[in-house]
Every structure is written in C-alpha cells, then in structure tokens.
C-alpha cells in the first residue's frame, strides 16, 4: 500500500468535511460542527483565505487530512506552521499516514523557513500524543491555551 500527501483542492471539500465529522465523533463532540461542504469551499478555497489542507490517500483513496495555517513567532521573527487539525480515518490508522502528515508539513515549514510547528492534542488522545513523542515533538507543558469564541467572543468585541 503506497501513502501519498497532496494538498487538497475545492474538489476536495465533502472529502474534508467527511473527516471532519468523523474527527469531531472520535472527540464526542460531533454536536460541535458548524462547518459544511460550502463553508469549507470558502474558508479553505476562497479568496484571501489563509488557511491550507493536505490530503493523505492510500493507493489513491483519502484516508485522511491536515488542516493548518502560518503562523508568527515575535521572538524569533519568523513564521511558523500551525496544525489545526489532524485526522486519519480508523481504518487506515498504524498505516502510517499521520506521520506522512506530520513530515510533509515539517518540510513545508523548513521550506518557508518557519521557527516552529506547534498543534494542540487532546489529553485523553493517547494514541496520537504516541505518534507525537515518537516524531520527537515536545508537549508545552508551562502553556495554557485560551480561547474567546461564539457569544463570549461577539460581548468582549462589543464592548
């Protein structure tokens, strides 16, 4: 079975959206998705979106997806990789596409000549944060990572 990453194009959007739905089920919280097909054409694919996608397939079938997007260090004065979400669908997992993934955008971000490449994993995700310890990322244990959204985020703006 050969795995092959490929970035993802518009055709691409049901493909992602399927992972997408499959990925928020895995964190039992697929009541959570506000994303669509239509949604993800424009965020993904439309003008002036900053966000990218690959796909990873097995013998020509997806199996899976990258989701992430540049961002910036001030220390270092460079951008970095932002990996908003991973997911390899269950039947292909131990294939070894989340590490193509992973390695693909490691290469993205040393072509750009980015700092960093940093994702979030959840704590009870410990299959993934296996995968992430082997590749020798290190989790950021001093961090806590904060979040304004829906509501809470539209009152702190009208303020």
């Known amino acids: 079975m050969t795995i092959t ?3 993802a194009s518009p055709e691409d959007a049901s493909t992602l959206f399927h992972f997408i739905r499959e990925l928020a089920i895995y964190e039992k919280a697929e009541h959570e998705v506000e994303a ?4 993800i054409e424009s965020s993904i694919f439309g003008p002036g979106s900053v966000t990218h996608a690959l796909i990873a397939e097995a013998d020509g079938e997806p ?7 540049f961002s910036y260090s001030t220390w270092k ?6 990996l908003e979400d991973l997911y390899v669908t269950p039947k292909a997992r131990g294939l070894g596409a989340g ?3 992973l390695k693909r955008l490691a290469a993205i971000a040393v072509d750009h000549g980015c700092a960093r490449f940093e994702w979030s994993v959840l704590d009870w995700n410990t299959p993934a944060i296996k995968v992430y310890d082997a590749v020798g990322a290190e989790p950021l244990t001093e961090w806590i ?3 304004l959204e829906d509501n809470a985020l539209k009152s702190f703006a009208a303020e």
């Open 63 to 69: 199996i899976g997806m990258a989701i992430w997007f």
């Open 77 to 82: 004065a460079k951008n970095g990789i932002y």
């Open 99 to 101: 590490k193509a993934l």
């Open 5 to 7: 990453i490929r970035e």
């Open 145 to 147: 990572r904060y979040r």
């Open 36 to 39: 669509t097909v239509e949604t």
